[in-house]
């Protein structure tokens, strides 16, 4: 439910949740981790209410450039240190890899219609960006499938699962830059568009029987694909990924529960606050943060097993983390034109990279966020691989 200034901590809630459950599946791998929260059908779905919201309000030049300002510049930066590093560790000397060096597909960091290329030794870092693509693609797309959603209605949620058959079916192949962008708009439109029905009210209309019925009829049809694929990780099948996120989003976004009791817990209200400001900047570097673990442990000589060993490994990347925010995160300030800040507003000041203007960016947040509507960082952000 909306909170004082606009918020709505439950979306703020599930965002948290899911860039979390992003980082804990990347650190251990758990297969069963996507099924129980799919944490990228819900952060699909969270943008495309916030992006629709926008939509409403401005023209779609507007709201997509807005959105690009906000994606654009924490990209940038990582590229800033990513591509020189790749390039020093001899990238461009790699043969067979998945990205060979070209100056021409270093453009994709500048504007990644396509997915930013990089070293096989650098997989865990230019691996994930692929969310960034699909979520640039998926604004762009934004006002011709609010378009339809409002011509057609729920008929729209249809088109992705129908395009993913045809996919599946034809084995068609596809240019390699075009090809996942189409299988990703396949596996995650639905939850794409439901995010627009959450935000005009339409799916909290629809009937209780009906949603909680055709929720588990999807649910189970993707554990069929599971079994028949063989692979009970929603990421191997993407069949199985749409069915079961637009199943658990339909539920879940329906569903509106009062967030009083958040409010009440105040440590854990500004780590939803912080994970929601810092959300860009978590997803770019996480996986960087979690490989870079290992060498830590080694060099402090740790190396436990069991539970003991996985809790350091937990703990060492959160310290990772929370260290790439501190480092990184006031890209994301600058993307949004707040004075930036080495830690985000939770209600009391906190430090800052530039004080002066802190009064004023405090006044102005709320009538900036209510005018920019989403960014990634409220409703996309990663935003999460699943590799």
Not at 75 to 90: R, S
């Amino acid at each position: 439910m909306p909170a004082a200034g606009g918020r709505n901590r439950y979306l703020d809630l599930l965002r948290a949740a899911a860039i979390v459950r992003v980082v804990v599946y990347h650190l251990y791998g758990w297969t069963w981790l996507p099924m129980l929260l799919p944490a990228m059908g819900i952060m699909f779905a969270l943008a495309g209410s916030l992006t629709a919201a926008s939509l409403e309000r401005r023209g779609s030049i507007k709201v997509i450039r807005s959105r690009l300002r906000r994606l654009l510049p924490p990209l940038w930066l990582l590229g800033l240190i990513a591509v020189p590093l790749m390039i020093a560790g001899g990238w461009p000397s790699e043969s067979g890899g998945e990205h060979p060096f070209t100056v021409p597909s270093l453009l994709f960091w500048i504007l990644p219609v396509g997915d930013p290329p990089g070293s096989d030794a650098a997989a865990d870092v230019w691996v994930p960006l692929w969310y960034i693509r699909a979520y640039l693609w998926f604004v762009l797309l934004s006002p011709l499938l609010l378009l339809l959603w409002r011509r057609v209605g729920w008929a729209s949620a249809g088109l992705p699962f129908l395009l993913l058959a045809a996919l599946g079916l034809s084995g068609v192949s596809l240019p390699a830059v075009v090809d996942a962008t189409v299988w990703d708009f396949a596996t995650f439109g639905a939850c794409w568009i439901a995010g627009f029905a959450h935000h005009d009210g339409r799916l909290a209309r629809v009937p209780p029987w009906i949603a909680y019925t055709l929720a588990p009829t999807l649910a189970l049809a993707a554990l069929w694909r599971a079994r028949d694929a063989g692979s009970w990780d929603l990421n191997d099948v993407p069949e199985t990924q749409a069915l079961w996120s637009f199943a658990f989003v339909l539920v879940i976004l329906r569903w509106q529960p009062s967030m009083d009791w958040l409010t009440q817990r105040v440590h854990l209200d500004r780590a939803v606050t912080v994970t929601n400001a810092r959300a860009v900047t978590i997803y770019l570097w996480h996986n960087a943060a979690i490989a870079a673990i290992w060498p830590v442990l080694a060099f402090l000589r740790i190396d436990l097993g069991g539970l003991p060993g996985a809790a350091v490994e937990l703990l060492a990347t959160l310290v990772l983390v929370l260290a790439t925010m501190l480092a990184f995160g006031w890209a994301e300030d600058l993307a949004a034109r707040r004075p930036p800040r080495l830690w985000p507003a939770t209600g009391a000041s906190g430090p800052t990279v530039a004080a002066a203007g802190a009064v004023r960016d405090r006044e102005g947040r709320g009538q900036r966020e209510r005018h920019d509507g989403e960014s990634l960082q409220r409703g996309g952000g990663p935003p999460g691989p699943e590799p």
